[in-house]
């Protein structure tokens, strides 16, 4: 079985910055795709980033030129840096990923449990 795990979140002050973590572990082939949603209270969970197993990004346009995604394959971690945060910033960020368990099976998505972002004066 495959686990993410979100770590970072915290409460910080308007333009502050957080670092957000999420490692995978378990027993699998290879993990592709690897992104951050988030969700805000009384709104649909949104795509922030996204990430390729190549490193290629793609960004919400609503957090372009403010996060930065990044990936480390030998730690299967995916990594989210948000900066000059913003109180509609605040939300549950959580990291999906997609991945494959065997060489000859198909990929199948995998959801972390959520890390609160809060960003409060």
């Known amino acids: 079985q495959v686990q993410l795990m979100e770590s970072g979140g915290d409460l910080v002050q308007p333009g502050g910055s957080l670092r957000l973590s999420c490692a995978a572990s378990?027993?699998?082939?290879?993990?592709?795709?690897m992104v951050w949603y988030r969700q805000a209270p009384g709104k649909q969970r949104e795509l922030v980033a996204r990430i390729s197993s190549r490193g290629t990004a793609y960004y919400a346009d609503s957090v372009k030129g403010q996060f930065t995604i990044s990936r480390d394959t030998a730690k299967n971690t995916v990594y989210l840096q948000l900066n000059r945060l913003k109180p509609e910033d605040t939300a549950v960020y959580y990291c999906n990923a997609d991945v494959q368990l065997l060489a000859i099976s198909g990929a199948r998505q995998y959801w972390g449990q959520g890390t609160q972002v809060t960003v409060s004066s």
């Open positions: 378990g027993r699998f082939f290879r993990i592709n795709d």
